[in-house]
């Protein structure tokens, strides 16, 4: 039988950087300090918008007061576009599609909040190439607490891999004991060699051979 693949989203499907980039300074603007640079809000990426604008907001020493109220503004910024500037990283839903031929279940499993994941996945016409979709916000537990990885493979009916791109993306992948296909071109920041996987792969076309249950 072939196996369930669940992806994250953000660095691993997609470049969506430059969208939270623009919410996120939009944000800031109305606090009166200066933006991020692109390059700044990428490394911030990775554990959900709250946490992204938590950090910015110690970046730019914004009283914590004003935490909850950024946090807001930021999911209004962003779901009012959150695809505009976005791009599907190459081959990624011919890739999709040769998986599902093969008989994989595909899930995914990201930090962001379910509403701009649902929006994003419509947007590149992908939301019925994935069974299950878990966000950041579905349960109470986000990566790399393994929780909302075992939900994934648990509404698959089976288990399998988990392809990520980041240091959070191999925590969890370990910590629910199953194989990371780490993405080698998304948002790391350590090298390659210190995030445990089973497989690495920076062009999709290679991805099925990869997953082929005889490799």
């Known amino acids: 039988m072939t196996s369930a693949v669940v992806f994250d989203l953000d ?7 430059p969208d939270l980039h623009v919410a996120l300074n939009k944000v800031l603007d109305e606090q009166g300090v200066a933006p991020l640079t692109l390059a700044e809000a990428t490394g911030f990426i990775g554990h959900g918008i709250p946490n992204l604008v ?23 910024h962003y779901l009012a576009s959150p695809a505009a500037l976005s791009r599907l990283f190459p081959a990624v839903p011919e890739t999709l599609g040769q998986l599902a031929a093969a008989g994989h279940v595909l899930g995914l499993c990201t930090n962001k909040a ?11 016409d992908l939301d019925s190439r994935f069974a299950v979709v878990i966000g950041g916000d579905s349960l109470p537990q ?4 393994p929780a909302p990885l075992q939900a994934a493979f648990d509404r698959l009916g089976r288990r399998g891999t988990f392809i990520g791109d980041s240091e959070v993306d191999a925590e969890t992948a370990e910590a629910a004991g199953v194989p990371f296909g780490l993405f080698t071109l998304g948002y790391r ?23 082929r249950p005889d490799r």
Do not use: N, Q, W
């Open 11 to 17: 660095g691993t499907l997609l470049d969506s950087a």
């Open 54 to 76: 938590d950090r910015a907001r110690r970046a730019r020493g914004i009283d914590i007061a004003h935490r909850d109220a950024m946090t807001e503004r930021m999911f209004e």
């Open 114 to 124: 379910l509403a701009p994941t649902m929006e994003i996945l419509r947007a590149f």
């Open 142 to 145: 986000k990566k790399p607490d």
């Open 189 to 211: 920041h350590s090298p390659v060699e210190c995030l445990p996987h089973a497989f690495t792969f920076e062009d999709y076309r290679d991805l099925p051979d990869l997953l």
